[in-house]
């Protein structure tokens, strides 16, 4: 799944998510991710991208940069919505059976 998922165009996709969440009801917002990982989601102030996945802000510290988009994305959605809704779609854990451990051999 995640290979065809991996190779599908991005708008392909996102057209998927919009009919399969309108079927179930779920409000589907689109925003755009562009400078979301300039700013620190903690203060606000401009930071410096050190490596690829590290954000660095020189008053709060070192971030992932994915998470640090990911959390000023949220936060531009509900700057622009007024509130952050708590309902909709939900996580769930995954379906496939974790691999069972194996135990060491007694003679070893």
């Keep these: 799944m995640r290979r065809i998922v991996g190779n599908m165009p991005f708008y392909r996709l996102t057209q998927i998510i919009t009919y399969k969440a309108t079927l179930k009801g779920i409000l589907v917002v689109t925003t755009s991710e562009a400078y979301t990982s300039r700013n620190c989601h903690v203060c ?3 930071g410096d991208r050190k490596t690829q996945g590290l954000f660095v802000c020189s008053h709060c510290g070192e971030y992932s940069a994915d998470l640090n988009g990911a959390i000023n994305i949220g936060l531009k959605f509900e700057r622009n919505l007024g509130y952050m809704p708590l309902f909709g779609a939900a996580c769930e ?3 496939t059976p974790t691999a069972p451990r194996l135990e060491k051999p007694p003679y070893l």
Aim: hydrophobic share 15%; glycine share 16%.
């Design 93 to 95: 854990p995954a379906r």
């Design 44 to 46: 606000g102030c401009e």
